[in-house]
T-cell receptor
Framework: NAGVTQTPKFQVLKTGQSMTLQCAQD?????MYWYRQDPGMGLRLIYY???????DKGEVPNGYNVSRLNKREFSLRLESAAPSQTSVYFC????????????FGPGTRLTVT | SQQGEEDPQALSIQEGENATMNCSYK?????LQWYRQNSGRGLVHLIL?????REKHSGRLRVTLDTSKKSSSLLITASRAADTASYFC??????????FGSGTQLTVLP
């Protein structure tokens, strides 16, 4: 089992460009999450999907959109990247919300210049 | 806003010593979880303790929870260089979200 996979691993964007971060899990989990981690800080939740077909905003959703493509895949889109979105992005999955342990992907390091 | 706050922010110990880190939180919880993050990697779940539990063990890890003080501690016994990582507590409460603290950076010196 690969667990949670994320693509790409690294990305550099110019201000105003758009991109989609991809995430997939093979653990048959119902819930998936997108977090961002800034230096010296913990994780902040951007969006989550409690189950296939649903998405909800987290703590810092502005500037992002998400799509729960199917049970396995959950993508994060930046429509018009800004330097403030420079961060490391982590996808995670769990059996359900919110009490179950979460399994994390390796992260995508995004720089916006 | 972050629910849990770890203390200390950084901890440096010798191999073989015990490491203790603390987490305080503000509102009532269903459970509290501890995660480890090695440099440049994703988080790995270590242990979950429910609000009606006071202590839990997993290998060299011991977690305590005091709901009256809204605090938890993580003890790593007989630490190894491989334990060098950041450790985060995360709380699960009435919101449908897991809220992470800002972490403790543990360095274990060989």
């Amino acid at each position: 089992n690969a667990g949670v996979t994320q693509t790409p691993k690294f990305q550099v964007l110019k201000t105003g460009q758009s991109m989609t971060l991809q995430c997939a899990q093979d653990m048959n989990h119902n819930s998936m999450y997108w977090y961002r981690q800034d230096p010296g800080m913990g994780l902040r939740l951007i969006y989550y999907s409690a189950s296939e077909g649903t998405t909800d905003k987290g703590e810092v959703p502005n500037g992002y959109n998400v799509s729960r493509l199917n049970k396995r895949e959950f993508s994060l889109r930046l429509e018009s990247a800004a330097p403030s979105q420079t961060s490391v992005y982590f996808c995670a999955s769990s059996r359900g919300v919110p009490s179950y342990e979460q399994y994390f992907g390796p992260g995508t390091r995004l720089t916006v210049t | 806003s972050q629910q849990g706050e770890e203390d200390p922010q950084a901890l440096s110990i010798q191999e073989g010593e015990n490491a203790t880190m603390n987490c305080s939180y503000k509102t009532s919880i269903n459970n509290l979880q501890w995660y480890r993050q090695n440099s440049g990697r994703g988080l790995v779940h270590l242990i979950l303790i429910r609000s009606n539990e006071r202590e839990k063990h997993s290998g060299r890890l011991r977690v305590t929870l005091d709901t009256s003080k809204k605090s938890s501690s993580l003890l790593i016994t007989a630490s190894r260089a491989a334990d060098t990582a950041s450790y985060f507590c995360a709380t699960s409460g009435s919101a449908r979200q897991l809220t992470f603290g800002s972490g403790t950076q543990l360095t274990v010196l060989p």
